[in-house]
């Protein structure tokens, strides 16, 4: 599989929806996608962009993704979170994965940030061997915390006035 990676047009969110769905599919959350293609537009490629996105490209058809934004680590300065690196399930094992988080490093490399970091669910055993295989280290010790927007109404209501 001849693969090229390329930034990601404002044309190729339809195709990087489509991934995120697949990739909520795979992780057993179908339900959890809010984000629109329209937002996905608007978001990226809006007057202030929120992301970068990097597309993976066969022939005509994207097999894959990452999609990364600037974070800021208060111990080593500025990081670049990667969200998400997806991979066509017919693409997997064809070096799409490789290929995108090479060019999601040299972008970090070229941004001068000193650290990228990205979660990884626990039980997706071949994800994990993938990112330690290439010198990352995946910090088990570590739990992710998150609000969702219900979340962060009800932590207003009922904590803000304190």
Not at 76 to 104: N, W, Y
Not at 120 to 127: G, H, M, Q, R
Request: aromatic share 8%; glycine share 8%; charged share 30%.
């Amino acid at each position: 599989m001849e693969i090229s990676i390329r930034p990601a047009r404002e044309a190729d969110m339809k195709d990087v929806h489509r991934l995120i769905r697949e990739l909520a599919e795979f992780e057993r959350e179908p339900e959890a996608v809010e984000v629109t293609e329209d937002q996905l537009r608007e978001d990226g490629f809006g007057q202030n962009p929120k992301f970068q996105c990097f597309v993976a490209v066969s022939g005509d058809r994207i097999e894959g993704m990452a999609l990364v934004y600037p974070r800021y680590s208060t111990w080593k300065g500025p990081a670049i979170h990667l969200e998400d690196l997806i991979v066509t399930e017919a693409a997997r094992g064809k070096g799409v994965g490789s290929a995108l988080l090479t060019r999601v490093i040299r972008h970090a490399a070229d941004a001068g940030v000193r650290r990228v970091c990205w979660e990884v669910l626990d039980w997706n055993e071949p994800a994990i061997g993938f990112y330690e295989s290439r010198g990352a280290r995946v910090l088990r010790d570590w739990d992710v915390v998150q609000l969702d927007a219900a979340g962060i109404a009800a932590y207003l209501k009922e904590y803000e006035s304190i």
